[in-house]
């Protein structure tokens, strides 16, 4: 009797087969895939995807290269925790050792977090580009590529982050501002060479912000405590909650209006018809306004805030600078106040609920002016620090370079801060006013009014950035060409799209193989031979430097290769 089951009439029965090719041959090797000319075991996205990292002194950005977009963006401690590294570091030599030593166990916590918690990658096969700063300190730099070796990193290629958010743009040459945490940094390009003594840097960045607008919500935000709340003070301006607020509440207005106060570090002859703006007071300390009563609303009541810890680096304002600035920006800002829902600390949860804390609307307009007005000769405004750059350039490369700026870095995610920077631009490029002369002897005429940035002024109408989302009418046809034309990748990621388009493109800065590291003289070489002098010098490292070593080599001639094929 037949096991076969019936087959239905009018039907066929399907009987599926094994492919007779084999997807192994006889000799035990892999199969080239029909998509790449290797022979290879490749992953879904490439046979030899690199690893890409663009370390932050607060926020990691990580993936694999060819992809769009990173795998993971993760803060390198908790979002209250302290930034890796800072801008200044501690003289004595203990302390000094203390915190390399605290640097290097969180350096080591992170990049096993990069490999087996983000990646699911084994770093043995995985070569890794670091998207670098160009003022990264050595010392850092040589302590991530020591914990990457120690892992047996088959490589890795330094590259400078300027340059990689240039070719994330499709561009080659171009002057890149990066707007970061600790710093802002202007850095001109041409020809894919960066031009390193030409660099431009403001401590004016993304920290002095979160200072700012704390100082501002301390003064003049309101606070509801949880209903039935036992506590009458509650710290709530954590960095969560402030970096909460400048990411979701604040954005960049347009330049103010015209009003007679003039900029920070300007003498002016006339007095000024309306209130000037003071300068801070050295010796009032944030800490002084925190008994201060919010301005009371109607039916709102109001709690006295007491300020978290600020860090000691940071300047906070002075309550009267600060009352000035709330009296001009009020003027000059049609922002709605927002509710924002807030949870108390922990230890302090003695409310059912949440919190309400109310912020201005003109705090939320108006507190990135910041960014945008230089304080003394080291504090250079976002406007002037390209300016500055494009004077230290050659005259034949200025015009190229100021149709071709390009922004990146968290800090330019703030909404309306690109087209914000352009106008601010093209504001210090105007000529001084008649009434900014600086006093002068009696008896002696008035000098006339210093123009920094006289020689800049031709190039006026050729000012564009190339990811303005939205760029004015050009004034010029080499504008009209740039302006706005960059890939719409946001200014944070811009870096790390970048390295991963250098990396699928098997291009990128200086690799340092894992058998060169380990054969390295200078770092095998032992201290205690040499003990005649007190006096050690560092042994020079393999890492690339700019410092030290010469300009790297641009793009090839535009004649090379006809003058090859001839």
């Known amino acids: 009797m037949s096991t076969t089951p019936a087959t239905p009439k009018g039907k066929t029965m399907f009987n599926p087969t094994t492919p007779a090719t084999a997807r192994v041959t006889g000799s035990n090797t892999v199969q080239a895939s029909p998509h790449y000319a290797t022979t290879r075991r490749h992953?879904?996205?490439?046979?030899?995807?690199?690893?890409?990292?663009?370390?932050?002194?607060?926020?990691?950005?990580?993936?694999?290269?060819?992809?769009?977009?990173?795998?993971d963006v993760f803060y390198t401690d908790v979002p209250n925790g302290p930034p890796f590294w800072k801008l200044t570091r501690p003289m004595n030599p203990t302390e000094s050792a203390e915190e390399d030593r605290m640097l290097e166990a969180r350096l080591k916590k992170c990049l096993r977090s990069v490999f087996h918690d983000s990646l699911l990658a084994d770093p043995k096969a995985r070569k890794v580009i670091l998207v670098e700063h160009p003022l990264l300190p050595l010392y850092i730099k040589d302590m991530i590529a020591q914990i990457l070796f120690e892992n047996q990193v088959p490589s890795v290629s330094f590259a400078c982050s300027h340059l990689l958010s240039l070719f994330a743009a499709g561009r080659i040459t171009g002057l890149v501002i990066d707007c970061g945490h600790l710093e802002s940094v202007a850095l001109p390009i041409f020809a894919a060479r960066p031009m390193f003594p030409q660099i431009q840097t403001t401590p004016i960045a993304g920290a002095r912000l979160t200072s700012h607008i704390r100082a501002l919500l301390l003064m003049f935000a309101t606070y509801l405590p949880p209903p039935a709340s036992l506590s009458a003070a509650v710290s709530i301006l954590t960095d969560s909650v402030i970096e909460e607020i400048k990411a979701r509440c604040c954005f960049v207005g347009n330049v103010l209006g015209s009003f007679s106060e003039p900029r920070k570090g300007e003498t002016s002859v006339e007095e000024d018809s309306e209130m000037d703006i003071p300068p801070s007071e050295s010796g009032s300390e944030s800490s002084s306004i925190s008994n201060t009563t919010s301005t009371p609303r109607s039916g709102t009541p109001t709690q006295n805030t007491p300020p978290p810890s600020t860090p000691t680096n940071e300047k906070p304002l002075g309550e009267v600078h600060l009352?000035?600035?709330?009296?001009?920006?009020?003027?000059?800002?049609?922002?709605?106040?927002?509710?924002?829902?807030?949870?108390?600390?922990?230890s302090q949860q003695t409310g059912t609920g949440r919190g309400t804390l109310?912020?201005?609307?003109?705090?939320?307009?108006?507190?990135?002016?910041?960014?945008?007005?230089?304080?003394?000769?080291?504090?250079?405004?976002?406007?002037?620090?390209?300016?500055?750059?494009?004077l230290r350039v050659p005259r034949d490369l200025r015009k190229?370079?100021?149709?071709?700026?390009?922004?990146?870095?968290?800090?330019?995610?703030?909404?309306?801060?690109?087209?914000?920077?352009?106008?601010?631009?093209?504001?210090?490029?105007?000529?001084?006013?008649?009434?900014?002369?600086?006093?002068?002897?009696?008896?002696?005429?008035?000098?006339p009014p210093y123009d920094k940035y006289g020689s800049l002024r031709p190039l006026l109408p050729h000012i564009s950035i190339l990811n303005n989302p939205s760029p004015p009418l050009p004034a010029s046809?080499?504008?009209?060409?740039?302006?706005?034309?960059?890939?719409?990748?946001?200014?944070?990621?811009l870096a790390w799209v970048g390295g991963s388009l250098a990396g699928s493109l098997k291009t990128g800065g200086v690799e340092v193989a894992r058998d060169k590291w380990d054969d390295d003289p200078s770092r095998n070489?032992?201290?205690?031979?040499?003990?005649?002098?007190?006096?050690?010098?560092?042994?020079?490292?393999?890492?690339?430097?700019w410092t030290r070593s010469p300009l790297p080599v641009g793009a090839p001639s535009a004649n090379a290769h006809s003058q090859a094929s001839a």
Do not use: C
């Open 358 to 390: 109310i912020i201005p609307g003109w705090i939320r307009e108006r507190a990135a002016e910041v960014l945008f007005e230089g304080g003394d000769v080291d504090e250079s405004s976002l406007a002037e620090t390209i300016l500055d750059a494009l």
């Open 477 to 493: 046809e080499r504008a009209g060409a740039n302006a706005g034309k960059a890939p719409a990748f946001s200014p944070a990621t």
């Open 43 to 71: 992953s879904l996205y490439g046979s030899e995807d690199r690893v890409v990292i663009d370390p932050g002194s607060r926020i990691w950005k990580v993936g694999f290269s060819g992809e769009g977009r990173p795998r």
């Open 525 to 545: 070489a032992d201290d205690s031979m040499d003990l005649s002098t007190d006096v050690k010098t560092p042994p020079r490292s393999i890492l690339p430097d």
């Open 400 to 447: 190229t370079l100021v149709s071709s700026i390009l922004v990146s870095g968290g800090t330019a995610m703030l909404p309306g801060f690109i087209p914000r920077l352009h106008a601010e631009i093209v504001l210090a490029l105007n000529p001084p006013s008649a009434s900014s002369r600086y006093l002068t002897s009696p008896g002696r005429p008035a000098l």
């Open 323 to 346: 009352q000035a600035l709330a009296s001009l920006y009020k003027r000059h800002s049609t922002a709605t106040d927002i509710q924002m829902r807030v949870m108390p600390p922990p």
